[in-house]
């Protein structure tokens, strides 16, 4: 079933984005999203055709366009909601035949031609808010995007720049970004990756993807995006900041414990240890 923007909107269960960074083969992600499926019902399919911004040029980038859509079109066949990066306006038409979800990598965040193609499509439009973009800037993006008419936006956060090869959370930032007005998906994948820090690959830090998810859905956020693989140590990219399959029924069955709390009526009209909520 298709994915509405509705399903991002505060009161609705928090959305579920996942799947393995990369088509590594058809067989590969109709496996990883049956076993996604299996572990925790309905969710948003995510996999890229290309990753067009691989730290070594001799990198695994995916299958390309044409070959990545056909590959998807078929996960998308079995029932599945699909969310797909686009890297140049040229791409955005095609890709929206597919995919329910456009999104916009961390680096073109700001590129005006590929968010303007992106919103022309009618598609919802997830930008990931770059490392290098304020909390309170990003919504400049919304902004081009809702220019064509297509208000469907969602931001992520993904970190920010914290140094050479390392990211920090600013957990203030998702409330920034959702009082823009536009709904806040945390990406507990690539928050947690250390760019460029294996060397000629980015490494990761995936025993804290939990600990930032539980923190940012206390926060208040509409979705969590997670790149999950049933081998981390053999994907073919961003293995190392990836959750394992295995992991992920007990991690969002957590998830949704803490969202469940922070959002009831007792929880929000709670008293404070030693004052009151007016």
């Not at 957990?171 to 294996?198: C, E, N, Y």
């Not at 804290?208 to 509409?222: H, N």
């Not at 293995?239 to 399959?245: C, D, I, T, V």
């Amino acid at each position: 079933m298709p994915i509405e923007f509705s399903a991002f909107q505060r009161g609705n269960p928090l959305v579920l984005i996942a799947g393995p960074c990369v088509i590594e083969s058809e067989e590969h992600v109709h496996r990883m999203a049956r076993g996604i499926r299996e572990a925790v019902g309905a969710f948003v399919f995510k996999a890229s055709f290309d990753k067009a911004n691989r730290t070594s040029g001799g990198a695994y980038r995916g299958p390309g366009l044409r070959e990545g859509l056909r590959i998807l079109a078929g996960v998308k066949a079995e029932g599945f909601p699909i969310l797909t990066d686009i890297h140049e306006a040229g791409q955005a038409e095609a890709a929206a035949e597919v995919a329910d979800i456009l999104q916009i990598p961390a680096f073109l965040c700001r590129q005006t031609d590929l968010l303007l193609a992106a919103g022309r499509t009618g598609r919802i439009v997830n930008i990931k808010k770059g490392q290098f973009v304020a909390p309170h800037d990003i919504h400049r993006a919304a902004e081009k995007v809702a220019s064509t008419g297509n208000s469907q936006v969602v931001l992520t956060e993904r970190g920010s720049s914290f140094g050479y090869n390392n990211l920090v959370v600013d957990m203030r930032g998702l409330k920034i970004m959702r009082d823009a007005g536009w709904p806040v998906v945390f990406d507990a994948t690539h928050s947690v990756q250390l760019p460029g820090g294996a060397g000629g690959a980015s490494g990761g830090q995936p025993e804290f993807i939990e600990p930032l998810s539980r923190a940012a859905v206390a926060a208040g956020v509409d979705g969590i995006f997670v790149e999950v693989h049933d081998e981390p140590e053999r994907a073919l990219s961003d293995g190392p900041n990836a959750l394992r399959l295995s992991l992920l029924a007990a991690f969002w069955r957590r998830m949704t414990m803490v969202n469940a709390m922070v959002k009831s009526d007792s929880f929000l009209h709670a008293a404070p240890p030693g004052g009151v909520i007016s």
